[in-house]
Each structure stands twice: as C-alpha cells, then as structure tokens.
C-alpha cells in the first residue's frame, strides 16, 4: 500500500485523515453499486410506465379521435421506453457473462 492521499471525507472509511488505496477502491465499488442500482430503478420505472400507459389507453375516458391523432407519439413513446429496458438487460447480461 502506498502513503495515502488527501481526499474527500466521505472517502475516509476511518477518519483518520488520510485515504488510503483500499478505502478509495471500496468507495469506488460502492459507487458501482450505486450506479447499478439507478439503472434497474431506471428499467423498472420504463418498463412500469409502459403496462400502466397502455392499460389507461383502453380506458374510456380517451376518445379513440385522440389516440389515433397521436398514435405516432404513442409509438416513439414505446420505443424509448422499451430501449431502457431493453439496454439494462443487454448490459447486464453482457457484463455478468464478462465476469
């Protein structure tokens, strides 16, 4: 292990002052950890929004008048909802089988 360096206080796991390698790479795995659980809150939320838009399209308080005036929104919509999704299984996949 090296000196240590002056850093963030956050970092410091003991308060000793000084951040040594093992507390920047634990701080750095809990970030990792972090960003992962963003990106399935992410997916969750996409993927969510997407059974509850499309069940409240089947509901009657929207004229179909409506729905086909913006079916094209709808679609761009569902397209980008899905690509979250879509991306977060991708990329969990792919980094599971890189381990």
Do not use: C
């Not at 997916?43 to 838009?53: C, D, G, P, Q, S």
């Not at 069940?55 to 979250?84: T, W």
């Amino acid at each position: 292990m090296g000196q240590g360096h002056r850093m963030s206080p956050s970092i410091d796991i003991n308060s000793d002052g000084v951040v040594t390698e093992s507390e920047i790479a634990a701080s750095q795995a809990e970030m990792a950890e972090d960003k992962a659980d963003a990106q399935r809150h992410m997916a969750w939320v996409a993927m969510i929004t997407m059974i509850v838009f499309t069940a409240a399209l089947f509901l009657p308080i929207f004229p179909d008048g409506r729905i086909k005036a913006l079916s094209d929104l709808f679609g761009l919509f569902y397209v980008g909802m899905a690509s979250v999704v879509g991306a977060y299984m991708g990329m969990t996949a792919w980094m599971a089988k890189k381990k």
